[in-house]
């Protein structure tokens, strides 16, 4: 089981970027995928989860409005769009996969390596 995250980088306040997280046929067989992240000196924190037969999603309460998450089926792919990016969504970003909706990270079973965000003032 592997999933692999990708699209960080170092964008200014007000930018945007797109994270993916591509995963195995296994992978992606599982209920829900996510995606947390963790700053510096913090405690990793929930952003969005996506059920991946239905695409019903929900939001960390912090980006809702900005952040869209969606998934390509055919292509095994998850997708963070960010958009009106704050210095406070600095942070590791990783995705995941899990067996029920949840803002828990001890929820999710499998988990990527991580793509670093950062954005400056």
């Known amino acids: 089981v592997q999933l692999q995250a990708s699209g960080g980088g170092l964008v200014q306040a007000g930018g945007s970027l797109r994270l993916s997280c591509r995963g195995s046929?296994?992978?992606?067989?599982?209920?829900?995928v996510g995606w947390f992240r963790q700053a510096p000196g913090k405690e990793r924190e929930f952003v969005a989860v996506?059920?991946?037969?239905?695409?019903?999603?929900y939001y960390a309460d912090s980006v809702k409005g900005r952040f869209t998450i969606s998934r390509d089926k055919d292509k095994n792919t998850m997708y963070l769009q960010m958009n009106s990016l704050k210095p406070e969504d600095t942070a590791v970003y990783y995705c995941?996969?899990?067996?029920?909706?949840?803002?828990?990270?001890?929820?999710?079973?499998?988990w990527g390596q991580g793509t670093l965000v950062t954005v400056s003032s």
């Open positions: 996506i059920t991946w037969s239905a695409g019903v999603t």
């Open positions: 046929w296994r992978t992606f067989s599982t209920y829900t």
């Open positions: 995941a996969t899990g067996s029920a909706i949840s803002r828990s990270s001890s929820s999710y079973d499998y």
